[in-house]
C-alpha cells in the first residue's frame, strides 16, 4: 500500500471493469456509505477513502495550510487516483467532497465519466441575490460553539443536519465520527467549507453531473440544486427525494440508495 493510500484509509472492494469511488464529507468519514457499498460490489470496483481530518485519519497528517481551501482536498483526491492508476471512474460525492469532485474535473474531465452530487454546495453564505441557507451571524456562532464546548456543540448540530432526533440511529452515527475529529481541524475545515464559494468556476465543469437533493436540508436548500443546475457547464440533471437532512444515504437509505444506483448504472443526463 501507498503512503496516500494507507494516510486516506483507502479500501478497495468488489469487482467490475468500472470504477466508482466514494467520497464523503464534513464531520463523517467512508462509513457514510455503509448501505450503499453492498449494493455496488457485484458489478464495479468500489473505491472508498477518508478526506484528511476525518476522525479515522491520523491528525499529525494534517497541514491547516494545506486545507485553509478546498483545493487541498482536490489534491489528495487526484494523487489517489494516480497512485491507484485509476483512467476512469463514476465519482459519487457528498457535500463538501460534490465540490472536490468538480475541481477535479475541471483539471482533469478524462478521469471522470460522470459526477454524481449529494447534497452539495458552491456557497453556503447567502448573498444580495444568491441563498445559500446561512447569514455570516450564523456561521460565526457556529465557529464559537466549536471553539468553546465541542462536544455539546456536536450534540446540537448532529440533528440540526440530520434532521432528527438524538435517539434516531443516523443522529448517533453522525455524532460519533463528528466527536471523533480534533476540534481544532474541525473548527479549521468548517470554516474552510462554509466560507468557500465555487459559484465562479461551475460554468468551466464539462463532465455531465447528477445532482442528488433532499427536499429539506438545513445546509443545501433546493434553490441550491436548480442553481448548480442552471450554472454547471455540461450536462446536468436534478432529483430532489422526498427526504429530511444533509446525509440522506444515512438517515433514509430505502429512499436514496434506490435513487443513487439508478444515477450510477444510467446516463440520466443524456435522457434530458
Known amino acids: 500500500m501507498g503512503i496516500v493510500e494507507e494516510a486516506h484509509n483507502v479500501r478497495i472492494v468488489g469487482k467490475?471493469?468500472?470504477i466508482v469511488?466514494?467520497?464523503?464529507g464534513f464531520g463523517t468519514d467512508q462509513s457514510v456509505w455503509k448501505h450503499l457499498v453492498p449494493h455496488l460490489v457485484d458489478d464495479y470496483r468500489v473505491i472508498l477513502y477518508d478526506n484528511m481530518g476525518a476522525?479515522?485519519?491520523n491528525p499529525e497528517y494534517f497541514d491547516f495550510n494545506r486545507y485553509y481551501t478546498i483545493d487541498g482536498f482536490v489534491y489528495d483526491l487526484l494523487a489517489i487516483l494516480e497512485e491507484l492508476q485509476v483512467k476512469s471512474c463514476i465519482f459519487v460525492g457528498h457535500s463538501l467532497s460534490a465540490m472536490v469532485g468538480l475541481l477535479a474535473s475541471i483539471s482533469h474531465p478524462h478521469l471522470f465519466t460522470k459526477l454524481i452530487l449529494v447534497s452539495a454546495s458552491p456557497r453556503f453564505l447567502n448573498d444580495s441575490e444568491y441563498f445559500g441557507g446561512f447569514q455570516q451571524e450564523d456561521l460565526t456562532q457556529l465557529y464559537d460553539g466549536i471553539r468553546s464546548n465541542y462536544k455539546a456543540w456536536?450534540?446540537?448540530f448532529a440533528p440540526l443536519v440530520i434532521g432528527g432526533d438524538m435517539d434516531s440511529v443516523s443522529v448517533q452515527e453522525f455524532s460519533r465520527t463528528l466527536f471523533n475529529m480534533r476540534p481544532d481541524i474541525a473548527l479549521s475545515l468548517a470554516q474552510t467549507i462554509f466560507q468557500?464559494?465555487?459559484r465562479p468556476v461551475l460554468g468551466l465543469v464539462s463532465v455531465p453531473c447528477h445532482i442528488i437533493q433532499s427536499t429539506k436540508d438545513l445546509a443545501a436548500p433546493v434553490v441550491v440544486a436548480e442553481y448548480l443546475q442552471l450554472n454547471l457547464g455540461g450536462?446536468?440533471?436534478v432529483e430532489v427525494m422526498p427526504t429530511e437532512g444533509h446525509l440522506p444515504q444515512l438517515s433514509a437509505p430505502d429512499v436514496v440508495i434506490p435513487v443513487l444506483l439508478n444515477h450510477?448504472?444510467?446516463d440520466l443526463t443524456e435522457a434530458k
Open 235 to 237: 450536462k446536468t440533471i
Open 16 to 18: 467490475g471493469n468500472e
Open 196 to 198: 468557500f464559494d465555487m
Open 154 to 156: 456536536c450534540s446540537g
Open 21 to 24: 469511488i466514494l467520497a464523503h
Open 264 to 266: 450510477i448504472r444510467h
Open 55 to 57: 476522525g479515522t485519519t
